[in-house]
């Protein structure tokens, strides 16, 4: 069984640039994978920051960007706040209807 | 504004079966793919099923011919019929609007517990 694959932790310094990825176990995301990226803290419902590989969820900030980085998609936070230390997780989709959720990645902002 | 909102949660034991639902609003409903996610405590989130707007349903293999997703498009609902519950799908349920592959609006979400 495939396995979608993330960075369990990484931190970035307020003001900073951080890369999360989102990649398969066995083959390559492409666009069509349909990567999406959410936001979740928590004790909340995850908040939609990246659909469709780089499409910005309405009201969500230009300093978040999605992309596909050689065989993985990519969330860019360009000028990290610290109000972005939060759980991220991305979906594939692997076809046939079925999605597939990453283990999540846990941003800290020091 | 868009919105959905989850119903129906609670305790259940194990083999027992519960019903979830999902009202919606502010977007011509019947015209959107809809999906339920799941997240069990301190752990990742897990797509659930999907409903297409032609009425198309996906499941995975953890829930498929336990779970049953549906639609009724006149009343802007969506509900999960779930049976022979287990401890493991113990979890918050969140409705979602799909978009292009992912979702776009979540709700709040329902606590589902399955517990003797």
């Known amino acids: 069984q495939t396995v979608v694959t993330q960075e369990p932790s990484l931190s970035v310094s307020p003001g900073g640039t951080v890369t999360l990825t989102c990649g398969l176990s066995s083959g390559s995301v492409s666009t069509g994978s349909y990567p999406s990226w959410y936001q979740q803290t928590p004790g909340q419902a995850p908040r939609t920051l990246i659909y469709s590989t780089n499409i910005r969820s309405s009201g969500v900030p230009a300093r978040f960007s999605g992309s596909i980085l050689g065989n993985k998609a990519a969330l860019t936070i360009t000028g990290a706040q610290a109000e972005d230390e939060s759980n991220y997780y991305c979906l594939l989709y692997m076809g046939s209807g079925i999605r597939v959720f990453g283990g999540g990645s846990k941003l800290t902002v020091l | 504004e868009v919105q959905v909102a989850e119903s129906g949660g609670g305790l259940a034991q194990p083999g027992g079966s519960l019903r979830l639902s999902c009202a919606a609003s502010g977007f011509i409903f019947s015209t959107y793919d809809m999906h339920w996610v799941r997240q069990a405590t301190g752990k990742s989130l897990e797509w659930v099923s999907a409903?297409?707007?032609?009425?198309?349903?996906y499941y995975p293999g953890s829930v498929k011919g336990r779970f049953t997703i549906s639609r009724e498009n006149a009343k802007n609902s969506l509900y999960l019929q779930m049976n022979s519950l287990r401890v493991g799908d113990t979890a918050v349920y969140y409705c979602?609007?799909?978009?292009?592959?992912?979702?776009?609006?979540w709700g709040q979400g329902v606590l589902v517990t399955v517990s003797s």
């Open positions: 979602a609007r799909g978009m292009q592959g992912g979702f776009d609006t």
């Open positions: 409903i297409g707007s032609a009425g198309d349903t």
